[in-house]
């Protein structure tokens, strides 16, 4: 069984940062796109940023310089490093990572970590 799972998320004031990590694990033969969503309760999710097998990142406008996604292939890992963080980065981070595993291509997503932004 192929799973995603988040960690790093916490409560820090305005200015801290953390870094966020999302590991697979199971059986995975390719790992493809990897990207990190946040949703506030009652609110729509939202795409932070993302990066593909190229290492090529995208980023949401309001994340832009503070933020950075990078990948370890080696550790099936996706991190997001939140520096400068604002109380309206306050959401539950949620990890999806694109892969071939042996029932084929997959799209799975973690249960998410909550951030708390908050003096």
């Known amino acids: 069984q192929v799973q995603v799972v988040e960690s790093g998320g916490g409560l820090v004031q305005p200015g801290e940062s953390l870094r966020l990590s999302c590991a697979a694990s199971?059986?995975?033969?390719?790992?493809?796109?990897m990207r990190w969503q946040r949703q506030v309760p009652g609110g729509k999710r939202e795409s932070v940023a993302s990066?593909?097998?190229?290492?090529?990142?995208t980023y949401m406008d309001s994340v832009k310089g503070r933020f950075t996604i990078s990948r370890d292939d080696a550790k099936n890992t996706v991190y997001l490093q939140m520096n400068s963080l604002q109380p309206e980065d306050t959401a539950v981070y949620y990890c999806?990572?694109?892969?071939?595993?042996?029932?084929?291509?997959?799209?799975?997503w973690g249960q998410g970590t909550q951030v708390t932004v908050s003096s």
């Open positions: 999806g990572q694109d892969m071939t595993t042996r029932y084929g291509f997959q799209q799975i």
């Open positions: 199971g059986t995975i033969f390719r790992i493809y796109h």
């Open positions: 990066i593909s097998a190229n290492n090529d990142t």
